[in-house]
């Protein structure tokens, strides 16, 4: 997704303080090159994901999946909010963990964060009357040393993946406030509503919005897996979407029932998705920017 107003990209970029860490596993594929990016094979669904229960690996509870903050400019999913602690809701705690800080069981429908339970009470806090709307050096430093991993805005080295401009801090979005956000194209035709949110779940990207279109109260509705690189956001309105396409392209475009979702890993589908809406998926965007 990409930014319409530039004025949001001014801040000043942040600075990381450099820390000798071993890299997991996590933080390899998190960090790969250009040359090592393959493509993924295997998809969560972000409305799946904030139902997930979260333990340790002694299996002791941790709390379950609030949200999920995306950094939009990146295509990933940039912190997992946990919430814990409580009773149906209320008194409960919400921390954050980067996305290579967590393991999948997806057959259990469970997140494995490694971390002891009597170290929740130290982990980076989120304020849920406040959202956040961006990961600054602070917070970022935070969540680095607590977890210690390296997460993708930093380089394997430790140091923030910064070029010669300036860069701002890292832009968040909700992942329950994407979902649901009303689409339009540059004629401000209503083109539908984003369902979902299609994630490589070993790495974090976000690949495709999933947008409904057409249908009468649902009836005959028709879902389409859109590249998350040709949607702009509208800074002005969190819960719009801009599509560059035409209302009457989007009607042609390749697109699955509601209940039949597409093998996302299919080579062949992959290429006829980006092709037609002239998007290039991110390994091939990486391997373009590295020659």
């Known amino acids: 997704m990409r930014i319409r107003s530039l004025s949001l990209l001014m801040m000043p970029f942040f600075a990381l303080v450099a820390q000798a860490q071993t890299n997991s596993p996590a933080d390899e594929r998190t960090n790969a090159?250009?040359?090592?990016?393959?493509?993924?094979?295997?998809?969560?669904?972000?409305?799946?994901?904030?139902?997930?229960?979260?333990?340790?690996?002694?299996?002791?509870?941790?709390?379950?999946?609030?949200?999920?903050?995306?950094?939009?400019?990146?295509?990933?999913?940039?912190?997992?909010?946990?919430?814990?602690?409580?009773?149906?809701?209320?008194?409960?705690?919400?921390?954050?963990?980067?996305?290579?800080?967590i393991s999948f069981r997806p057959n259990?429908?469970?997140?494995?964060?490694?971390?002891?339970?009597?170290?929740?009470?130290?982990?980076p806090v989120v304020n849920g009357d406040l959202w956040p709307e961006s990961l600054d050096d602070r917070w970022a430093s935070e969540m680095t040393t607590f977890y210690a991993i390296t997460p993708y805005w930093k380089d394997k080295a430790g140091d923030a993946t910064v070029s010669a401009a300036p860069k701002p801090d890292i832009m968040l979005r909700r992942a329950s406030v994407i979902l649901d956000a009303k689409v339009e194209n540059d004629a401000n035709e209503n083109l539908g509503e984003v369902e979902d949110?299609?994630?490589?779940?070993?790495e974090g990207r976000v690949l495709y919005a999933v947008l409904?279109?057409?249908?009468?109260?649902?009836?005959?509705?028709?879902?389409?897996?859109?590249?998350?690189?040709?949607?702009?956001l509208k800074p002005t309105d969190l819960r719009k979407l801009v599509l560059h396409v035409d209302k009457e392209k989007l009607k042609k475009a390749p697109g699955f029932d509601k209940d039949a979702w597409p093998n996302m890993a299919d080579d062949r589908w992959v290429t006829e998705v980006h092709t037609y809406y002239n998007q290039k998926p991110f390994w091939d965007r990486a391997k373009t920017r590295s020659q």
């Open 108 to 123: 259990d429908k469970k997140i494995i964060l490694k971390i002891d339970k009597e170290r929740i009470k130290k982990a």
């Open 197 to 202: 949110l299609a994630i490589a779940s070993e």
């Open 33 to 101: 090159t250009p040359s090592q990016m393959a493509r993924p094979k295997v998809f969560c669904k972000a409305s799946e994901l904030i139902k997930y229960d979260v333990e340790n690996e002694q299996g002791e509870d941790l709390g379950d999946v609030k949200d999920l903050l995306v950094d939009p400019v990146e295509e990933r999913i940039a912190l997992v909010v946990i919430s814990y602690g409580g009773v149906l809701g209320m008194g409960d705690k919400l921390y954050a963990a980067p996305w290579n800080a």
């Open 212 to 232: 409904s279109f057409g249908g009468i109260l649902g009836l005959g509705e028709k879902y389409f897996a859109i590249p998350t690189a040709a949607f702009d």
